[in-house]
């Protein structure tokens, strides 16, 4: 499974961003996608996951009702539309598959994206 993320960039706070994860390889439509993000000196954390086939999402309690994630099968894409950006939203951002049961956690996720940085100025 191969992931590439983009679109981050630089945003004033209020404002939105799109980030896309195009997803190859053998069977990546078996797992589900998360995106998590690092701001420096702090852990990976989680912020939103969906099931390719469900179409079933998840999310932080820190970007509810903020941050939407959706799919394009035909695409092998996966988005995550940003809105209402805070200066705190400020960190890398990865896209990652999940393969195992844990969804919030880092470790239940073993293929990664190269990470894209979003940068939220106040």
């Known amino acids: 499974v191969q992931l590439q993320a983009s679109g981050g960039g630089l945003v004033q706070a209020g404002g939105s961003l799109r980030l896309s994860c195009a997803a190859s390889?053998?069977?990546?439509?078996?797992?589900?996608i998360g995106w998590f993000r690092q701001a420096p000196g702090k852990e990976r954390e989680f912020v939103t996951a969906?099931?390719?086939?469900?179409?079933?999402?998840y999310y932080a309690d820190s970007v509810k009702g903020r941050f939407t994630i959706s799919r394009d099968n035909a695409k092998n894409t996966v988005y995550l539309q940003m809105n209402s950006l805070k200066p705190e939203d400020t960190a890398v951002y990865y896209c990652?598959?999940?393969?195992?049961?844990?969804?919030?956690?880092?470790?239940?996720?073993?293929?990664w994206g190269q990470g894209t940085l979003v940068t939220v100025s106040s």
């Open positions: 990652a598959a999940k393969t195992s049961y844990l969804l919030s956690s880092p470790s239940g996720y073993a293929y």
């Open positions: 969906i099931n390719w086939s469900s179409g079933s999402t």
């Open positions: 390889g053998r069977f990546f439509s078996s797992y589900p």
